[in-house]
C-alpha cells in the first residue's frame, strides 16, 4: 500500500502561482511514477503531468505545457507541482497518484490521494 496526502491548494488571482505537493508513505516511493490529475465539477479526471520514479523524465498534458513542472524528491517521499501563470479554467480538484507503470491514464496508476482544492479567480 502506498498512502498519498496533497497538499498546497488554495485560492489564488488568475496569473499567480502554487506550489502543491503530495507526501507519500508507505512502500518504497522510488519505485513509483508519480502523477498529477485534476478534475473540475461536472468534467472528467484529467492528465496534468507525470514523472518517472527516478525523476529523469517528465510529461505533460496539452493544457498545462509550459506553465506548470513536475519534481519529486526521492528523500522525501515527495511529488510537488509549481504551477505558474494560473488560469480560471486551472480551477479542479488536484489528485496525485502512484503507479508502478503510471502514464497520461488513471487507469495506469494505483494509489490515489484525496486531492486538494485549486480555485482561480478571474
Known amino acids: 500500500q502506498v498512502q498519498l496526502v496533497e497538499s498546497g491548494g488554495g485560492l489564488v488571482q488568475a496569473g499567480g502561482s502554487l506550489r502543491l505537493s503530495c507526501a507519500a508513505s508507505?512502500?518504497?516511493?522510488?519505485?513509483?511514477?508519480m502523477g498529477w490529475f485534476r478534475q473540475a465539477p461536472g468534467k472528467e479526471r484529467e492528465f496534468v503531468a507525470q514523472?518517472?520514479?527516478?525523476?529523469?523524465?517528465?510529461y505533460y498534458g496539452d493544457s498545462v505545457k509550459g506553465r506548470f513542472t513536475i519534481s519529486r524528491d526521492n528523500t522525501k517521499n515527495t511529488v510537488y507541482l509549481q504551477m505558474n501563470s494560473l488560469k480560471p479554467e486551472d480551477t479542479a480538484l488536484y489528485y496525485c497518484?502512484?503507479?508502478?507503470?503510471?502514464?497520461?491514464?488513471?487507469?495506469?496508476?494505483?494509489?490515489w490521494g484525496q486531492g486538494t482544492q485549486v480555485t482561480v479567480s478571474s
Open positions: 514523472i518517472s520514479w527516478s525523476g529523469h523524465s517528465t
Open positions: 508507505g512502500r518504497t516511493f522510488s519505485d513509483y511514477n
Open positions: 497518484a502512484a503507479g508502478l507503470h503510471g502514464n497520461n491514464m488513471a487507469r495506469r496508476y494505483d494509489y
